[in-house]
Nanobody, 114 residues
Framework: QVQLVESGGGEVQPGGSLTLSCAAS????????LGWYRQAPGKQRELVAT???????NYVDSVKGRFTISRDNVKQTVSLHMNSLKPEDTAVYYC????????WGQGTLVTVSS
């Protein structure tokens, strides 16, 4: 069973930046499409960014131009660099495959507030 450990969240002012990281255990990491999801208070979890095995990326419109997803198949990590953060980016952020196949980690909380 793959274990996911997200880190890097915190509180930041609007316009600030954060980089999230997710470490995965298990085999065949490199073949999966990986994604970052987020769940804001009172809302459903949404997929915000994906990266394929061939490093093709895709983003939901609300984060395009501000977020960058990357992966390191040797270290088995996937990262999300977030710029120009807005209060509406406040959420718990999770990584998983797309579609989600692994057990969810604990997530990492991002709070954007002045």
């Amino acid at each position: 069973q793959v274990q996911l450990v997200e880190s890097g969240g915190g509180e930041v002012q609007p316009g600030g930046s954060l980089t999230l990281s997710c470490a995965a255990s298990g085999n065949f990491f490199s073949i999966y499409v990986l994604g970052w999801y987020r769940q804001a208070p009172g809302k459903q979890r949404e997929l915000v960014a994906t990266i394929t095995a061939g490093l093709k990326t895709n983003y939901v419109d609300s984060v395009k131009g501000r977020f960058t997803i990357s992966r390191d198949n040797v270290k088995q990590t996937v990262s999300l660099h977030m710029n120009s953060l807005k209060p509406e980016d406040t959420a718990v952020y999770y990584c998983n495959t797309d579609p989600s196949q692994w057990r969810w980690g604990q997530g990492t909380l991002v709070t954007v507030s002045s």
